[in-house]
């Protein structure tokens, strides 16, 4: 029998990102932030990328409520943030109230690092088991790059970046 396909996928490299959104609750704005490395970039023209979440995922009905997100690439030295975005719920909210600033675009907060996209929800597409949400860019920022993380057969690691 053929390896199946998440064996597979373990094997392709990843980078590792941190997605934002908020919820607007009475009390104030309730931001959340979650792990993915399932982002990638779509087009350039109209400037568009996309994460896949899963269907029953907290952070997903979240973006498709305040329709704006954020999404921070993370460096090696972001191992840790990326462990505590992977929790649960209940976890990311004590971690979030300390992460990063709101990103005058999108409203989502950003993480300082490589780089970071703020986005408007464009649309949402049901995909198997996952729902591939489209964002059409609002704004870009760039940062330190010493070098990003990765994710590969399930790990995180670190990639040197020689300077030249
Ligand atoms: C390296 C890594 C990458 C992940 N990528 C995704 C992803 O692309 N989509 C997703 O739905 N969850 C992903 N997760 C899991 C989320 O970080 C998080 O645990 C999950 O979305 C929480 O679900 P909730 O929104 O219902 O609380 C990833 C976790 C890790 C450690």
């Given at each position: 029998m053929p390896p199946d396909h998440r064996r597979v996928m373990r094997q392709f490299v990843t980078g590792v990102c941190v997605a934002a959104t908020y919820t607007d609750e009475p009390t104030g704005r309730r931001h959340d932030a979650v792990t993915v490395n399932s982002f990638t970039s779509?087009?350039?023209?109209p400037p568009l990328v996309a994460l896949s979440l899963r269907h029953e995922s907290r952070f997903l009905a979240a973006i498709l409520a305040s329709r704006h997100f954020a999404v921070s690439i993370l460096s090696g030295q972001h191992e840790e943030i990326a462990r505590t975005f992977a929790q649960d719920q209940d976890a990311r909210a004590r971690a979030v109230t300390s992460m990063g600033r709101p990103g005058r675009a999108s409203g989502a907060l950003l993480l300082d690092g490589p780089g970071w996209i703020e986005c408007r929800l464009d649309r949402r597409i049901s995909v198997g088991d996952h729902t591939m949400i489209v964002g059409e860019v609002l704004a870009t920022g760039l940062g330190d790059n010493d070098g990003p993380l990765i994710f590969v057969e399930g790990e995180f690691r670190s990639l040197e970046v020689a300077k030249p």
């Open positions: 779509l087009s350039l023209d």
